[in-house]
């Protein structure tokens, strides 16, 4: 079981919001959901409305961020299958990877989550902490 931390919150509620294979590579701060909710469908363009960004867009433009480095790709794509399918047992997420092409062994894949959530934790300045199991 994984500690509550701030880092793992803002990871839980931007896999609910981003997950489901729909939204975890747009480019854009805003969810669709928000757009729809807001607007009562597509929003108009060139009315000069704010875009709100909430804590689940900041977690996907350090995501974002992540991906753009020479060596982030990886761990993004590690940290999208940990946490926009969650419950998924761990051959699962290493078939998955394995269909993107990453033939990762189940110690790396920790490695990439664990570099992934550093980044992520710094993105957001907040304090890392380490998983613990407790039985």
Request: hydrophobic share 45%.
């Given at each position: 079981m994984r500690r509550a931390s701030d880092l793992e919150a803002r990871l839980v509620e931007w896999g609910k919001e981003y997950g489901g294979g729909r939204y975890e590579f747009l480019g854009s701060l805003t969810s669709p959901m928000e757009s729809l909710m807001?607007?009562?469908g597509r929003a108009p363009s060139g009315l000069g409305q704010t875009q709100t960004c909430t804590a689940a867009d900041e977690v996907?433009?350090?995501?974002?961020a992540l991906e753009a480095q020479?060596?982030?790709a990886i761990p993004a794509m590690v940290l999208r299958c940990e946490y926009l399918t969650p419950g998924q047992p761990i051959e699962s997420k290493l078939q998955r990877?394995?269909?993107?092409?990453?033939?990762?062994?189940?110690?790396?894949y920790y490695q990439h989550l664990r570099i992934a959530r550093i980044h992520v934790a710094g993105w957001l300045r907040l304090p890392f902490c380490e998983e613990t199991i407790e039985a």
């Open positions: 807001k607007w009562h996907q433009s350090a995501v974002m020479a060596q982030g990877m394995r269909r993107a092409g990453e033939n990762l062994a189940r110690v790396r």
